[in-house]
């Protein structure tokens, strides 16, 4: 296994529970390259709770999609940086200037450069539903669309479902950073996910970083599930 495997994975703890999700975190610390911590978690803990969990030594991909105004979502980039996020990010359909103001806003932190990415079009979403906020073309192009807006703006990277991972790839190039949910080794329960990959796929169609939960959350032994998927892929 590459020793880098572990790496990859960010562990989505999707809990309104911050005990549990320092529990995990604390389990995991060696077993995982970092972990996810979302809208759920903040908004029911606020930015201590995320600190104490930051503080256990784990890269924290901080998911709070901002999207806004520029100079208020450089506020909120300004106010998340403390926490020292590993990885934050913003809506691409924000626009170029929201996003640069994000950029700015990183730039211009004295600590450690956080990894600065966005989200195209939710995976909710269908073309059907795409059209009906004015957005006349498929999913698949408007994820392009606002890849490439990403990537002029000069942001590091995107959020993307499995299957996007080869077309941006092909768009994009090697250096722009694919953050890939949606994971779900063979032997994992499907749940709610629905265009999925296995964690070998995704790393073989170009993926960066791997944001696994359930499959890892959800098992008897957090630990060995973690350790089986890295080996899987390593
Ligand atoms: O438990 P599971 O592995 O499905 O968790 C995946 C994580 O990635 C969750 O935090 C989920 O909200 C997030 N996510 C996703 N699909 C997207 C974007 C984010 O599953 N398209």
Same mark, same amino acid.
């Given at each position: *296994? ?17 005990? +549990? ?57 300004? !106010? ?21 103001? @994000? ?6 932190? !004295?600590?450690?450069?956080? *990894? ?9 979403? !269908? ?11 498929? @999913? $698949? ?5 606002? @890849? ?21 790839? @092909? ?25 999925? *990959? ?18 890892? +959350? ?12 890295? $080996? $899987?892929?390593?």
């Amino acid at each position: *296994m590459s020793p880098n495997a572990k790496d990859r994975i960010f562990v989505a703890l999707d809990t309104p529970d911050a005990a +549990t999700a320092l529990s995990l975190a604390t389990a995991l610390v060696g077993h995982v390259g970092g972990v996810k911590l979302g809208k759920e978690f903040f908004v029911a803990n606020g930015p201590d709770a995320v600190k104490k969990i930051a503080g256990i030594g784990m890269p924290l991909f901080l998911d709070l999609k901002f999207h806004d105004i520029p100079n208020t979502v450089a506020g909120a980039i300004r !106010s998340a940086l403390p926490l020292q996020p590993a990885i934050l990010n913003v809506h691409a359909s924000g626009g170029r200037a929201m996003m640069q103001a @994000a950029l700015d806003a990183v730039t211009a932190w !004295s600590g450690p450069r956080p *990894m600065l990415i966005a989200v195209t079009v939710l995976t909710s979403l !269908s073309d059907d539903d795409l059209t009906a906020t004015g957005v006349n073309d498929t @999913a $698949e192009a408007q994820v392009l669309r606002l @890849a490439r807006l990403t990537q002029a703006a000069g942001l590091d990277g995107v959020v993307c479902s499995p299957r996007e991972i080869a077309p941006i790839r @092909a768009a994009l190039g090697p250096g722009f950073k694919l953050v890939v949910p949606g994971i779900r080794p063979e032997w994992a329960a499907v749940g709610d996910q629905k265009r999925i *990959m296995t964690p070998r796929q995704a790393v073989d169609a170009g993926a960066d970083i791997l944001v696994i939960g359930r499959p890892i +959350t959800g098992s008897d032994d957090p630990v060995a599930a973690a350790k089986r998927i890295a $080996e $899987e892929f390593g």
